[in-house]
């Protein structure tokens, strides 16, 4: 049965189209804003990958952000609750919705496999997150919600 659901992080993975990994041309205007729009795509293609290490993400949504309270209801880590943040966010949609399921938690391979994950800082994101994704209780940076299509 296949399944929509959505991905919530505190990395800034806004889908710039800057795909090209070697430096622009010297008449590019603005640098530092070709790096950080760089960095922004990578690390949704990085979220992309990780996904697509157990299933095709089909129809993946572009992200968008929220400006989000930290102190109230959210499943970030306990370390975030102290401001208001920018977070982003995208669905996606599996053919096989049990296809991360561990046993335990029916999204538990996926979130495994998006321990330690190597992301690239942009100025956009949160001020005090380690440059990896992290599913800890304390430093969740990233999580999912299911939504089971019937």
Known sequence: MSCRITCFTLFDITKTGVLNRAKPADDIEDFNLWVSQRASQCNYDTILQVIS??????NPTTPI???IDLSTDHKFGTDYNTDYASIWSFD????????FDDGSD???????DCQGVPMVMTPNQYRNLDPMLDITKE????YFVKYTNE
């Open 53 to 58: 290490l157990r299933s095709q993400p089909d």
């Open 65 to 67: 952000i929220h400006e």
């Open 92 to 99: 996606f949609e599996v053919q096989n919705g049990s296809v």
């Open 106 to 112: 029916s999204l538990g391979s996926l979130y495994s």
């Open 139 to 142: 430093k969740r940076n990233i």
